[in-house]
């Protein structure tokens, strides 16, 4: 299937421009966690032992069923699941773009002398 191809309107200079910001903004998403995990570290221990994969349990059992906000409010419970799963589905589309273009394509492409297209076509 045909389908647009990737940066087709930006030269060399404008896709390690994308590329420069996508990795900056990963170095500031990593920087955020530094900073809650040092923040962490400092507080005091539970008296208790942490029961780790209940917590994950819970915690994934929470953000699929987005219970908190559907036993508050019915309605904007359903709409965020909607869009929660929408963007859910939006970045599972996008990882898989980035996976064919990124490294599967080029990978390919010193083989075959093809690069740029999503569908592999070129």
Request: with cysteine; aromatic share 14%; proline share 2%.
């Amino acid at each position: 299937m045909e389908t647009r191809e990737l940066f087709w309107s930006l030269g060399t200079s404008g896709i390690a421009f994308f590329y420069v910001v996508g990795i900056a903004s990963m170095g500031v998403f990593l920087w955020g966690c530094w900073r809650h995990f040092a923040k962490y570290r400092h507080g005091t221990s539970l008296p208790v032992p942490l029961d780790l994969m209940a917590g994950c349990r819970r915690m994934v059992s929470d953000l699929m069923t987005q219970r908190t906000l559907v036993r508050r409010d019915h309605f904007a419970g359903m709409a965020h699941t909607g869009i929660f799963f929408g963007f859910v589905i939006a970045a599972i589309g996008t990882a898989t773009i980035t996976l064919e273009y990124d490294f599967l394509d080029r990978c390919s492409a010193s083989n075959s002398g093809r690069a740029g297209s999503i569908s592999g076509s070129a």
